[in-house]
């Protein structure tokens, strides 16, 4: 029996897949460049923070994983959550008011790099290498072993929790990217 929370995060996944895909699969270079303000992120600068985000994640998550399977830690059905994770996780999670969330250093799309479709190919080729992470925690503890976060080694997730982060995070900035491509001057081609 598959692990009802990986269930609905791998739903959740391909939900945000097909979000993306109608909103930036056809873009050109120029709308995937185009910002509202200066101080805006481009849909190219949104996928390239998320693609950060993602690669360090994949990673630690990968780890983690296998930790729980060498440690032979089985899936029990449950997954637990710290108050804390929670807290952090709703936090990111998308609201009808959102109010905007600073970008830690390292996860800040580097200005002035040139506009082309290798973040939105690298964006897709992320969200398989997601759903085959899913499939690997698929019997294992996802509540069990912690890996350390990328932003701050104060804070430490599950894997069921990194997972969960991943997903509410791309979802925060889908909807981001959605809002850049809503305003009256965003080009039409």
């Given at each position: 029996m598959a692990n009802a929370h990986l269930a609905d995060i791998r739903q959740r996944a391909l939900n945000n897949r097909a979000l993306a895909e109608s909103l930036v699969a056809d873009m050109s270079v120029e709308q995937l460049g185009w910002s509202p303000t200066p101080k805006s992120w481009s849909p190219v600068e949104v996928l390239e923070h998320l693609n950060s985000a993602a690669e360090k994640y994949h990673a630690l998550i990968h780890n983690a994983i296998a930790g729980s399977r060498g440690r032979g830690l089985r899936d029990d059905g449950e997954w637990r959550t710290g108050w804390l994770q929670r807290w952090f996780v709703n936090q990111i999670e998308p609201?009808?008011?959102?109010?905007?969330?600073?970008?830690?250093?390292?996860?800040?799309?580097?200005?002035?790099?040139?506009?082309?479709?290798?973040?939105?190919?690298?964006?897709?080729?992320?969200?398989?290498?997601?759903?085959?992470?899913?499939?690997?925690?698929?019997?294992?503890?996802?509540?069990?072993?912690?890996?350390?976060?990328?932003?701050?080694?104060?804070?430490?997730?599950?894997?069921?929790?990194?997972?969960?982060?991943?997903?509410?995070?791309?979802h925060r900035h889908l909807l981001q990217i959605q809002r850049v491509c809503a305003h009256p001057q965003y080009p039409s081609s």
């Open positions: 609201k009808p008011k959102m109010r905007p969330l600073p970008a830690p250093g390292s996860f800040v799309p580097a200005p002035g790099r040139p506009v082309d479709t290798r973040s939105r190919d690298r964006f897709f080729e992320l969200g398989e290498s997601l759903q085959d992470l899913l499939g690997e925690a698929e019997g294992v503890s996802i509540s069990k072993v912690r890996l350390g976060s990328p932003i701050t080694p104060v804070l430490r997730f599950n894997i069921g929790e990194a997972v969960w982060l991943l997903v509410a995070h791309e």
